[in-house]
């Protein structure tokens, strides 16, 4: 497989396994109904079934509270755990730049002011980008608090 084809691939992977943490939190769940595990950390499978994922430490992850700061003001979005700060937005109508939503194409590419974003090991931006403080926001997760300046 090309090596670009195999990061396409993982990155898809993580998407969709975000998109299934993001549907639990949306329902209200703190753990996966089958919270069977072996010992890894992840589901068990269910017999004859699909297995959605959570994050296993999302149900103990408190909500983060974003800032988002711009020309216009500053506008503040709580982020409930198993969501992206992109997701959270656009639960209360926020309209940020995306496209890909999958740390793929760097639409979203905002910078950190304060605090910690938890961003997958994969993803478009540069060792540079990401010592000079830049997140995706269609794949950061906020710990705590956080300030995150829109250009
Ligand atoms: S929307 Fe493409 S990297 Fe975030």
Redesign the pocket.
């Known amino acids: 497989m090309h090596p670009l084809a195999r990061s396409l691939s993982r990155v898809l992977a993580t998407s969709r396994r975000d998109l299934l943490a993001a549907t639990a939190a949306l329902r209200g769940q703190a753990a996966p109904p089958f919270s069977v595990r072996d010992g890894s950390g992840w589901p068990a499978p269910r017999e004859g079934g699909r297995v959605p994922w959570t994050p296993p430490e999302a149900a103990a992850m408190a909500p983060g509270r974003v800032v988002l700061r711009s020309p216009q003001g500053e506008h503040v979005l709580l982020v409930p755990p198993g969501l992206t700060i ?1 997701q959270a937005a656009r639960r209360e109508g926020l309209d940020l730049p ?12 905002q910078r950190l002011v304060s605090g910690q974003v938890d961003l997958p090991a994969r ?2 931006l540069t060792e540079q980008e990401r010592a000079q403080g830049y997140v ?4 950061g997760r906020p710990r705590g608090e956080v300030v995150v300046e829109l250009s």
């Open positions: 992109l995306s496209s890909c939503t999958v740390g793929g194409c760097g639409a979203c590419r993803t478009c995706l926001l269609c794949v």
